[in-house]
């Protein structure tokens, strides 16, 4: 059973393309994430969501828009792709409770990979 | 906003010697820590944590510490192995919605 999965694994397209990335977890958490993790292995936040609801948006262009349809799914889809967007984009999950966090669980990530 | 400082961003150990991951945060309400391990081309898992009420946890090889006056805390890792290299993160989180993670250490231990 996979906690974070998210697909695909890997993709590589061509710059001005349109992609999307699926985050689904089965872990029952009220909080997910997307992190942009580059080739200095940088891990990034981009976007975090609660109860299907945007919280964070962390000055991403907004080519990239993400989309929450119910608290277990967050999907990222990107415009106009750049090759500056190349990097592991790993989708992510945790608990809050009030003021507590926990830990996050990580998908598995997606290379992205433009030319 | 919160920023988390680490150090060093390289670390290199003979096997059996003990490792230590630094890092600073900034914003004094952040209240939880947790340390991520990546191994090549896998996903960060979390290796242990420790939140603001409490100094110090340890869990078989992996200590951490935590000092709130000085926003410090650090990683320690006794008896290293081979299987320990992989690439360390700090975060920290106030009890929001975003873990800032720090920029990572890439962890080398020789047999």
């Known amino acids: 059973d996979t906690a974070v999965s998210q697909t695909p694994k890997y993709l590589v397209t061509q710059m001005g393309n349109d992609k999307s990335i699926k985050c689904e977890q089965n872990?029952?958490?009220?909080?997910m994430y997307w992190y942009k993790q580059d080739s200095k292995k940088f891990l990034k936040i981009m976007f975090s969501y609660n109860n299907k609801e945007l919280i964070i948006n962390e000055t991403v262009p907004n080519r990239f828009s993400p989309k929450s349809p119910d608290k277990a799914h967050l999907n990222l889809h990107i415009n106009s792709l750049e090759l500056g967007d190349s990097a592991v984009y790993f989708c992510?999950?945790?608990?809050?409770?009030?003021?507590?966090?926990?830990?996050?669980?990580f998908g598995q990530g997606t290379r992205l990979t433009v030319v | 906003g919160e920023n988390v400082e680490q150090h060093p961003s390289t670390l290199s150990v003979q096997e059996g010697d003990s490792a230590v991951i630094k890092c600073t945060y900034s914003d004094s309400a952040s209240n939880y820590f947790p340390w991520y391990k990546q191994e090549l081309g896998k996903r960060p898992q979390l290796i242990i944590d420790?939140?603001?009420?409490?100094g110090e946890k340890k869990d078989q090889r992996i200590a951490v510490t935590l000092n709130k006056t000085a926003k410090h805390f650090s990683l320690h890792i006794t008896e290293t192995q081979p299987e320990d290299s992989a690439v360390y993160f700090c975060a920290a989180n106030t009890g929001g919605f975003k873990t800032i993670f720090g920029a990572g250490t890439r962890l080398f231990v020789k047999a």
């Open positions: 872990l029952g958490h009220d909080t």
């Open positions: 992510a999950s945790s608990h809050n409770s009030g003021q507590m966090n926990t830990e996050a669980f």
């Open positions: 420790i939140r603001s009420n409490v």
